[in-house]
């Protein structure tokens, strides 16, 4: 089935965001609309198949080639660093990184100060990139769950996280200190693919291109 075009897509509302957009340049996959557990479905006749996987696996899919494109967050390639090609910005999945500590440290805080600290966070290599290029030591605590109890009860100063409305935060004590990136669903391809399947994923990125184009003029 080499002829096919192999997409990974994270499981849940980002997938169906990406099918959304997807359907605007006529690729489509009715097997998808059916309730179903399959982790692989086929629209044989346009030769496209769909993966649906963890959204931190997405990255490993498309770069072994097991994927020709794939969707994924912007935090999850800055954290792992992966050899893709990422060509667009698909503007949706909006949200930021930032730093965040509790309100009550926020009222002493002096960032740049800051020489020495302990954070806890999902995302270790993010996290030590930033501090590193402003010149702080920092001592990175590896969370998988609930990043914001970490200050709570002590385990660390402050945490890195994203934060869409800042709800979580605000209602549980804690306050933005400062952001360290912008993050939304990008388009990536698998770089063989895009020499061995040029055409085909060249007509898919330039399609995309335009849709999101359209739909950025659309919300000016």
Known sequence: MSDYITFALPKGRIMQDSMDLFA???????????????????????????????ATDVPTYVEYGCAD??????????????????????????????????????????PSSWSNIRVASKYPNITE????????????????????LAPLVGLSERIVDLVSTGATLRENGMVE?????????????NRASLKTKHERIIKIIEGLEK??????????
């Open 129 to 148: 990139n930033y501090f590193a290029a402003k010149g702080i030591q920092v001592e990175i605590i590896k969370l998988y769950g609930s990043i914001e």
């Open 211 to 220: 849709v999101v184009g359209d739909q950025a003029t659309i919300s000016i």
């Open 24 to 54: 605007r340049i006529g690729i489509t996959c009715p097997e998808m609309d059916r309730k179903s557990r399959k982790l692989v479905f086929e629209n044989t006749e346009s030769r496209l198949r769909f993966m649906a996987v963890r």
């Open 177 to 189: 200190v400062e952001t360290i990136a912008e993050i939304t669903s990008r388009l990536i391809v």
């Open 69 to 110: 494109l794939g969707v994924v967050g912007k935090d999850t390639l800055l954290e792992q660093g992966k050899d893709l090609y990422e060509p667009l910005d698909l503007k949706f999945g909006y949200c930021r990184m930032v730093v965040a500590e509790p309100k009550a440290l926020r009222q002493e805080d002096d």
